[in-house]
């Protein structure tokens, strides 16, 4: 006869507030990220005393350290367990800081058709009212919910499709924002209330084992569009040998002409430039003829974007 093998839930720790510690129950700022095991982080969650759990700890660090370092093998772990026919998902537990852009990579290296849910805290493990408990309950919830599939981020109860997510605050429990999008749903007493369909999964810009042989990431940076901009940064850093440059621009994506004139001329020199939008909510509309190539995407999220590009080439 053949036994059925039991579902299973994987949570890997890879750090952040919901890992953190501090000397005082009362600390909600002097703490330490990244500091408790994640098994740990699991124990006396009376939801999940029936859930099946494998803990895994990829990393332990503050989220914003967080860059390749972590990434790969956190890509591979997911790959890995995502592939088991008896995993219904995973859960990632993550800093707040940095989560929408290992979101976003996570989505782009394994666009996974199962759910991969990123959940944090913004109080730590050691605080009276830490939050961390709950969102790894609701994450969980969310793991099991029937059709779910993709990245998506849990936290505060509101659930987030991994392309959307972004921090907007930096102190209060319910830390994030789905922009213009909205929210993909709630959990409320261990049920996804859903609102939105899950993310598409979309193509994979390149696969985690083309990441495995890469140990130099391509130098991409960040510029800010701003009052009184010049464009000495950007000539500093394109001597320096940068290969990618993303504009945060004011409003519409506009950018101020003396930083305009100086991303064109990196643009000349072989320098890849997206433009994008300083706004915390909504994207570039039109302006298309525009020197400076658009992207829908955050400035944090097209960093990620052009360097998977280049990588990939
Ligand atoms: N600095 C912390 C981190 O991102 C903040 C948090 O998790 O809330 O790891």
Redesign the pocket.
């Known amino acids: 006869m053949q036994v059925e093998e039991e579902e299973r839930v994987v949570v890997l720790g890879t750090?952040?507030?919901?890992a953190g510690s501090a000397s005082s129950a009362a600390d909600h700022v002097g703490y330490k990220?990244?500091q408790v095991p994640v098994q740990q982080l699991l124990t006396g969650i009376p939801a999940l005393a029936h859930v099946s759990l494998v803990a895994e700890q990829v990393a332990q660090v503050?989220?914003?350290d967080m860059g390749p370092a972590v990434w790969l093998p956190l890509a591979r772990r997911c790959q890995h367990w995502l592939a088991q026919p008896q995993v219904t998902g995973v859960v990632v537990t993550h800093?707040?800081?940095?989560l929408e852009e290992t979101a976003y990579f996570l989505h782009r290296v394994l666009a996974p058709a199962k759910p991969l849910v990123l959940t944090?805290?913004?109080r730590p493990a050691t605080a009276l009212s830490a939050d961390g408990p709950q969102n790894i309950a609701d994450a969980i919830a969310v793991v099991r919910t029937a059709g779910a599939r993709g990245v998506v981020a849990v936290c505060a109860g509101r659930v987030h499709a991994g392309v959307d997510v972004r921090k907007v605050h930096p102190y209060r429990l319910d830390a994030f924002s789905s922009g213009d999008a909205g929210v993909l749903g709630h959990v409320e007493d261990g049920r996804l209330r859903q609102l939105r369909d899950w993310p598409a999964q979309g193509e994979v810009a390149l696969p985690v084992e083309a990441l495995d042989t890469r140990h130099e990431w391509p130098h991409v940076e960040i510029v800010l569009s701003h009052s009184g901009a010049s464009g000495r940064a950007v000539e500093a850093l394109v001597r320096d040998g940068v290969q990618g440059l993303v504009v945060a621009g004011t409003g519409n994506g506009s950018v101020h002409a003396a930083l305009e004139s100086a991303l064109v001329a990196a643009m000349k020199q072989g320098v890849q430039v997206l433009r994008t939008t300083r706004c915390a909510e909504g994207e570039v509309v039109g302006r298309d003829a525009d020197p400076l190539p658009k992207t829908t995407l955050t400035p944090v999220q097209a960093r990620i974007e052009l360097q998977l590009r280049s990588l990939a080439r």
């Open positions: 750090g952040g507030t919901i990220a990244g503050d989220s914003k800093g707040t800081d940095t944090c805290a913004m």
